[in-house]
Structures are given as structure tokens and as C-alpha cells.
């Protein structure tokens, strides 16, 4: 009977107070605990760029996180097309190389045999009489390059050279993974005769990633407010403050939030494939049906929250996002200012829904300026984070101070959007 009294009261306090204490509640030694165990990961695996082990470990340590505080967590998953050219494409031909062009999405391989020209490729009667295993050299033109490669593969052609009919060499793509043969393209004056080599060294192939997202049980579930940041690196480091530090704060803001009553209910998303174009986010916004977006209040964005030289900087939203980071800011009488709302980050396809968004942004490989150093500290005339998609974007690249501010400065954000029902627009 008395816990149940108490219960009813909490319930009560808690339901009622204008300040819930998130931002008392978070921890910058949690964040950072955070960032540090996705920098083991990051060490563990070199980078934790989409389709590798390191964003799938990334992946799991969130998860975990998630579920040991309660959490319901789903994982949404949808596939991308991944191509890369390891070395360019190499063609010979009886009277000696001729220069040619990889097309994009063409597989790796080799390939020797006699050319044969096919008209345009595009007809059943074009590859009448090809003999198979022959290189099939096709002129551009009245189909696409992906009709030609699909005809050359069921013709059994060893390659496909793909002759440009206006002047230069003939850069292509095939639009997707999947082609049979190598495909490259040759300029129009190009000599394609006798017998020929084609040669390509590429990685072509269809990664399969997800999205990682929970929902407070607490709060009304037909007016949620979103918190993201992405979740995978670049290829060529273990992307700590791009963004570790974000994905840090949202744990730990999920994590705080566990035992909260807001009003709004809070999605936690951890956006897969962001560095390569904002696949995750665009792949989840694009799946809501009008209904789903209707119930979603705003977006909150957190891409690189702890840079080492910084300035603090709100997405010009011109939204209640914007309106309560100025007001953390301004309370703890710290500079900031107002940074471009472009659509660089997982926000742009919220913002192309009608979605409210905004969030928080300490600078990434632009330079600082001069005027700004005398503002926040630091060294002007040098990068806000010269360690910007690079392999040295490791633990060491971590701005503690400002990790600190800045998980204050969402707790605050959230505390202000979730805990009323006031609109975010
Ligand atoms: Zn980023």
C-alpha cells in the first residue's frame, strides 16, 4: 500500500516539474565511457565504416547498452550498392594497350579472347552469330549500359568493351552490382581488333547494414521526438568524434531517460550507411507511412558533438530546437552561433519530410577562424577537427570539455521538446 502511495506521487512530481533533471542526470564520465568503448572497437577493426565488422560490433555495443537499460530495441535493415575501383582497367590488344575506363559497378575479372563487334548490343540479332567467349565491343547508344552487359553476359562473352560515340574515353555506369563480366569503355578512335585482354580490379558487391532505434515506453507514442546520430565511420579511420561522440550522448540520454516520464516519447536512432550518403536515415524517413510521420514532433541530429578545436555550433533551424540550445548556451553564458542547416547530415531527409529538425554541430574539417578563437579557446586558422575523416580520429580526438557541454546541451534540448508538448515547428 505505501509503495504504491509513493509510486502515485513520484508519478505525480515527476509528471508535473518544468525541470526533470536530465541535464543534472548526465554524466559526462558515462558519455565518455561510451565514446571509449566504441574506441576500442574502432582499434579492434581500423574503422567502423558500413559492411564491416567494426560498424556491426558498433551495432552490438548499442544494442547491448540499450537492452541492459531496458530498452525494447529494434534493427532496421536495408541493403546498398558498394563499388571501388582498386586499380584502373587494363586493355590489350594485338597491336598493343589501349587506354580504357572501368565502368562503375563492373565486377573484377579477366579476360582474353578474340574481339567481336556486336553492333549496339541492345538486339537479339546484334549477338546472332557471337561466339562465346569471345570480347564483345559494342558501340554506345540506343539502349543502356547495363541492357548491353546483361545481353554480353547471356552471349557468354569474356568482357565487354564499350565504344563512345563521342570524343574521349566512354565513363559509365552500370547502375547497380550484379553484372556478369567486366565492362570498360573506350574512346571512338580506340583500335579493338584481334585477339584482346580486358582486366578490372574493383570491389562490386550489395552490403547489407541496419539502423538501430528504441522508443521510451514512457510518453505519448503518437508524439515522439527522434534524438540520432550516425552510427558508422569512414573507411579510412575509427571515427570517434565523427561519431562516436554523438552516438555517446544518445546512449546516454536513452540511458538517464530509462527511469523518466516525458510527455513526448523519445526514438533513439542510430543511423547506419550515413558516411556514404546518408543511406539509414534516408532509408528510414523514406518508410514511414504519412501517418507514422505525422506522430514524429521533431528531430534532433548529434553528427560530431565533442571536436577538439571548437566552436559551438546550432543548426539554424529557426525551430524550438534551435530556440532551447541558444537557451542552454546563453545560460551558461557560453558563445555560440548559428551553423548551416544544409542537409549534410542524417537531418536533411527529415528536413525534406517536413519533419522539425535541428540539433548541435562543434565543427568538422572547416577552418576556424581567428574571431572565433578569441571566442571559444583553441587555435584559429587551423581545421575545427583536423583529424576529419582520418585514421588519427581516434580517442585522442576527443574534446572531454566539450563533450561535456555538449551532452548538457541535448540533455536540455530534450528536456525542453520531450517534456512538454509545446510544438517543435
Ligand atoms: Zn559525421
Not at 31 to 58: M, P
Not at 261 to 279: H, S, Y
Not at 400 to 408: A, M
Request: hydrophobic share 40%; glycine share 12%; charged share 20%.
Amino acid at each position: 500500500m505505501r509503495i504504491v502511495v509513493i509510486a502515485a506521487l513520484v508519478l505525480t512530481t515527476t509528471g508535473m516539474s518544468a525541470d526533470p533533471g536530465l541535464v543534472e542526470a548526465v554524466s559526462e564520465p558515462n558519455v565518455f565511457a561510451h565514446v571509449q568503448d566504441l574506441a576500442e572497437i574502432g582499434k579492434l577493426h581500423g574503422n567502423r565504416a558500413v559492411g564491416t565488422a567494426g560498424y556491426e560490433a558498433s551495432a552490438q555495443y548499442v544494442e547491448s547498452v540499450l537492452r541492459a537499460a531496458g530498452y525494447q530495441v529494434t534493427s532496421q535493415t536495408f541493403t546498398l550498392p558498394h563499388y571501388r575501383e582498386v586499380t584502373p582497367a587494363v586493355l590489350t590488344t594485338a597491336s598493343g594497350p589501349v587506354s580504357a575506363v572501368t565502368f562503375v559497378y563492373s565486377p573484377s575479372g579477366r579476360a582474353s579472347g578474340p574481339a567481336q563487334d556486336v553492333g549496339t548490343g541492345c538486339r537479339l540479332s546484334d549477338w546472332a552469330g557471337f561466339r562465346r567467349g569471345s570480347i564483345a565491343v559494342a558501340g554506345r547508344g540506343e539502349c543502356s549500359f547495363k541492357v548491353k552487359a546483361d545481353w554480353a553476359g547471356r552471349a557468354g562473352a569474356g568482357a565487354l568493351i564499350v565504344v563512345n560515340s563521342k570524343p574521349g574515353e566512354l565513363r559509365g555506369s552500370l547502375g547497380a552490382p550484379g553484372a556478369k563480366l567486366p565492362v570498360v569503355g573506350v574512346a571512338p578512335e580506340a583500335e579493338i581488333e584481334g585477339q584482346v585482354t580486358v582486366e578490372t580490379n574493383t570491389t562490386s558487391s550489395t552490403k547489407v547494414t541496419r539502423n538501430v532505434i528504441a522508443q521510451t515506453a514512457q510518453g505519448d507514442p503518437d508524439d515522439v521526438l527522434v534524438l540520432g546520430a550516425h552510427l558508422d565511420s569512414v573507411e579510412a579511420g575509427p571515427g570517434i568524434n565523427d561519431n562516436g561522440s554523438g552516438v555517446a550522448v544518445v546512449l546516454e540520454i536513452a540511458e538517464q531517460m530509462a527511469r523518466m516520464r516525458p510527455q513526448r516519447a523519445v526514438r533513439f536512432a542510430f543511423w547506419g550507411a550515413e558516411e556514404v550518403g546518408l543511406v539509414g536515415s534516408t532509408h528510414y524517413v523514406k518508410g514511414l507511412s504519412p501517418q507514422d510521420k505525422a506522430k514524429i514532433a521533431g528531430y534532433v541530429n548529434l553528427d560530431m558533438v565533442a571536436t577538439k578545436n571548437h566552436a559551438n555550433g546550432i543548426y539554424d533551424s529557426d525551430n524550438a530546437i534551435e530556440t532551447a540550445a541558444w537557451e542552454f548556451y546563453q545560460r551558461r553564458g557560453l558563445p555560440a552561433e548559428e551553423v548551416a542547416f544544409d542537409g549534410r547530415s542524417d537531418y536533411g531527409p527529415f528536413m525534406k519530410a517536413g519533419i522539425p529538425s535541428g540539433g548541435i554541430f562543434t565543427g568538422a574539417e572547416d577552418i576556424k577562424t581567428l574571431d572565433q578563437a578569441q571566442k571559444y579557446g583553441g587555435v584559429g586558422n587551423q581545421s575545427y577537427d583536423p583529424c576529419y575523416h582520418k585514421l588519427c580520429d581516434t580517442i585522442e580526438n576527443v574534446n572531454r570539455q566539450v563533450l561535456d557541454v555538449s551532452g548538457d546541451a541535448v540533455a536540455h534540448i530534450v528536456e525542453r521538446l520531450a517534456f512538454s508538448g509545446s510544438p517543435v515547428r
